[in-house]
């Protein structure tokens, strides 16, 4: 009874079946193959009880008596062999549209992030805009800002270990591997904040491994490019300013 509760708790939540609509385009077309395999699931389960119940009712009287029995019913024999196969033929062919369409690249993506992750954190550099770096380590949570309704080119890497990249309201997630580069796009379709994680164990600190994405609207976003290449200059200018300070260049 109690393992039953999950499930019924899950399908009252029409039509959201216990997962998120989606914040991309990508996991927008996941959550509809998600909500078409648990609708048919649905539509077997309730079948197969009442199959199931029909036989209970139907027979339920007790006699001494040998039933009639019969056999090589062709009819039943061809639908529940067909329909099962239907079923599963559907299932497999919208599965293999929704994965290439979740794992298609666009040729000019609007923005480029190159996501590497190591040993407690995440680095995010934006080689297009100016080379903005995001980092953070175990207890700072760093934050990739993207542009909302703009295709984004996420490359993906690992400085160490095995990673996992994944943010739930994406209904994405991908291994960041040593030596192996990833890549996919992402198209946030409306502003928000959207937290993510690792999901492959990496170490004493994995817990601790997290960030989020920061989606805004064009303009904001590069406001935002504009104001972090500006702290950028300015950092490289006084680190300038003390280097030849410490060499004796002033006063």
């Given amino acids: 009874m109690a393992l039953a509760i999950p499930?019924?708790?899950?399908?009252?939540?029409?039509?959201n079946f216990l997962a998120y609509k989606g914040a991309t385009t990508q996991a927008q077309d996941s959550f509809k193959l998600w909500q078409g395999f648990f609708i048919t699931g649905l539509v077997v389960v309730g079948v197969v009880f009442l199959l199931i119940l029909w036989a209970v009712l139907r027979y339920r009287r007790r006699s001494d008596e040998m039933p009639r029995q019969t056999q090589y019913h062709t009819v039943v024999e061809i639908v529940y062999t067909v329909v099962p196969i239907l079923i599963v033929a559907v299932l497999f062919v919208f599965t293999f549209i929704t994965e290439n369409n979740v794992d298609s690249v666009s040729a000019s993506p609007a923005v480029v992030v190159n996501v590497t992750a190591f040993q407690w954190g995440w680095k995010f550099q934006y080689p297009h805009d100016g080379g903005i770096v995001v980092q953070g380590i175990?207890?700072?949570t760093p934050q990739m800002v993207v542009p909302t309704g703009e295709t984004v080119r996420i490359y993906l890497r690992s400085a160490d270990v095995v990673h996992g990249w994944y943010v739930p309201e994406f209904n994405f997630s991908r291994y960041a591997l040593p030596g192996v580069t990833n890549q996919f796009d992402i198209n946030v379709t409306h502003p928000g904040v959207f937290r993510g994680q690792c999901t492959q164990f990496c170490g004493l600190y994995h817990s601790l491994m997290l960030f989020s994405v920061r989606a805004v609207p064009?303009?904001?976003?590069?406001?935002?490019v504009h104001q972090q290449e500006q702290t950028s200059q300015s950092g490289n200018s006084i680190a300038t300013l003390k280097q030849k300070a410490a060499q004796g260049g002033y006063g």
Avoid: D, R
Wanted: glycine share 10%.
């Fill in 138 to 140: 175990e207890t700072q």
């Fill in 7 to 15: 499930f019924v708790a899950g399908g009252c939540q029409l039509p």
């Fill in 218 to 224: 064009s303009a904001q976003f590069a406001s935002w």
